[in-house]
């Protein structure tokens, strides 16, 4: 077990330093040249030399890495080109917003997901559980933005039940959550109904029904819980297409998280800006794996360590 | 054949290929069943003050807000779908089954960093990393789909690789190997073929991620630029007046659902219909 957790750890370091190197050549082959973007288009080649030498960016390429990664270690993404302030300040401020969307996305994925999933597991082969289904392929089809455009249109311009953009109250955090979590719902339904049809063919169910137990408390307490364990290693992957999601979720209701910032920087080609998002949100992903292959292992004891 | 005549014996694939036979024959003969060009802002297209029209009248599906008509633009906006859909993933296909084979069949080192640099590409979140790439090129069409490529060759690789490992560790291959069968044949006659099935399946299924994909980039503005007319630069292009016009946005919207639905349920009755060990879950 130890041996196990020590081993995942060690892999997702080496991911970790994997990811800064990728993102650090794609820096690298960038056309466009930092130090004069910062020093301005009336800089004198002589301000502009003088910046990359201050940037070391006149290093060779393996010191400006390792410089990179020192940097990356003490928390420093760089400055971005146009906002002239250090690319780690602007993300923290935006992350607790995107934090919160995140998890009410997550909320609402796995509480619609997971309840249709059962449901049309219980109704196997029925219109509903046909239904459900395509409902599901529907859900994972749908363009988010426009998902998202559809909730503003009906929601809040028609019914006026909420706000059409912004942050704030809990009101602003119902639209974006829910067209965050859509995506999600459908793939949730999917696993949770072949995971449960799955586990209501497995003889402990059986049993249970046989010592007379009532069919909602063999479904509640031995069913559902037992098919929820592979789902639990979903969540995980899940956070890397939540992060994708966040870009386009944000910048449809100007949520004000990473995801509008990296919107934002790409209008201005603020490439900064927009790798120390794709850094933080690869990172989170790593991170959420290894989480969830941990808390997998928690829960459910017959998984083998490989 | 079989797999066509299986396919059409279920409702939603059936609809689904209806769908994609409709697309592909409106996208094909785009110039003859146009009425308008897809960029030609028309002389009565806005109405006095300026608005867009709505959908009905002399234009069939109304009009954007340069006055061009909607329908000859979703028109010929299928056509970059269809040209992103089909060239990026058959390039992230062939990129994913190609490092797939090769690292399950070679293993070793060789294999081992292979899926190591998979495994990598795979913690990127696909759409931040298809934006770093739009950003760094100037986009144009190839330049989307190969971006889109570049992002999705990595759960084809992963499927494939798990998929060779397991077929070469099968009996048939280890009896033709104690026949003396060379390497290349064993490779070409007896696991290329077991793996076609899976390549068709995730080639299908493919499509309507990279629909999707070059949609929501085309919406950001990073992905096909305009007047080169595609369903995400549409929405993207209109979408600040979607409470006066929605139909601007929605009509776009629904056949970006419509085709990436399509090739959804196609390829997940493919998939029932290729590999018998999933089957029975339905």
């Known amino acids: ?13 080496l991911i970790l330093i994997g990811i800064s190197l990728v993102t650090f050549v794609l820096l690298y082959l960038l056309p466009a040249d930092p130090a004069r973007q910062i020093a301005g288009r009336s800089a004198t080649a002589a301000t502009v030399e003088n910046i990359r030498e201050q940037l070391g960016l006149n290093l060779p390429f393996y010191e400006r890495y390792l410089r990179y990664l020192g940097g990356l270690l003490q928390g420093d993404l760089g400055r971005s080109y146009i906002q002239r302030t250090e690319v780690s300040t602007l993300i923290a401020a935006r992350l607790p917003p995107s934090l919160l969307l995140m998890g009410a996305g997550i909320l609402a994925e796995l509480l619609i997901g997971l309840t249709l999933g059962v449901v049309a597991a219980l109704r196997r082969r029925s219109r509903l559980d046909q239904g459900l289904m395509v409902l599901s392929f529907v859900g994972v089809s749908a363009p988010q933005f426009v998902v998202g455009i559809l909730l503003i249109y009906v929601f809040a311009y028609r019914l006026g039940w909420f706000p059409l953009s912004g942050y704030g109250t809990p009101q602003h955090l119902v639209l974006p959550a829910l067209t965050l979590g859509f995506l999600g719902a459908g793939w949730y339904a999917r696993m949770m109904r072949s995971s449960m049809l799955d586990v209501m063919q497995q003889d402990f169910v059986r049993t ?10 063999v479904i509640l307490r031995h069913a559902v819980p037992n098919a929820l364990l592979p789902i639990v290693a979903m969540v995980g992957i899940d956070v890397g297409i939540l992060m994708s999601g966040i870009v386009v979720v944000e910048s449809v209701f100007g949520w004000p998280g990473i995801g509008q910032l990296a919107w934002q920087a790409i209008q201005r080609v603020d490439i900064p800006i927009i790798m120390g998002v794709t850094l933080v949100a690869a990172w989170a992903i790593v991170i959420g794996n290894l989480f969830a292959d941990v808390l997998a292992l928690f829960v459910d004891p017959r998984i083998k360590l490989r | 054949m079989k797999v066509i005549r299986e396919l059409l014996r279920r409702t939603l694939a059936t609809f689904g290929l209806t769908v994609i036979a409709v697309i592909v024959v409106l996208a094909v003969l785009a110039p003859v069943i146009t009425p308008y060009s897809p960029n030609e802002q028309t002389f009565d297209g806005l ?8 959908p009905g009248g002399a234009f069939l599906l109304g009009t954007d807000l340069l006055g061009r008509d909607l329908f000859s633009r979703l028109i010929y906006g299928a056509r970059t779908s269809l040209v992103i859909g089909v060239v990026a993933n058959g390039v992230a296909v062939l990129t994913g089954a190609v490092i797939g084979i090769t690292a399950g069949f070679l293993r070793g080192v060789v294999g081992a960093v292979l899926m ?3 495994d990598l590409m795979m913690a990127f979140p696909a759409l931040l990393l298809a934006i770093v790439l739009a950003a760094m090129f100037r986009p144009s069409l190839w330049i989307v789909a190969l971006v889109i490529a570049m992002v999705n060759w990595v759960q084809v690789a992963r499927v494939i690789y798990t998929e060779t490992i397991s077929l070469s560790e099968r009996d048939f291959i280890e009896a033709e190997r104690s026949l003396g069968a060379s390497r290349g044949r064993i490779l070409i006659q007896h696991i290329a073929p077991h793996l076609v099935s899976t390549i068709v399946v995730w080639a299908t299924l493919g499509i309507a991620t990279t629909v999707l994909l070059e949609a929501t980039l ?19 292009e209109n979408q600040t007046y979607f409470t006066t016009a929605p139909w601007l946005v929605f009509i776009p919207g629904v056949a970006i659902l419509m085709l990436a639905l399509s090739f959804n349920v196609v390829g997940d009755a493919l998939r029932d219909i290729l590999d018998p060990k999933q089957k029975g879950r339905g």
């Open chain 2, 116 to 118: 190591r640099f998979t």
């Open chain 1, 208 to 217: 249970a029904r046989a010592k007379g137990l009532s069919k909602a408390r």
């Open chain 1, 1 to 13: 077990m130890a041996a196990y957790l020590l081993r995942r750890l060690l892999g997702s370091i």
């Open chain 2, 218 to 236: 085309s919406f950001l503005g990073i992905g096909v630029q305009p007047p080169t007319p595609s369903w995400g630069n549409i929405i993207f």
């Open chain 2, 47 to 54: 109405t006095l003050e300026g608005a867009p029209l709505p």
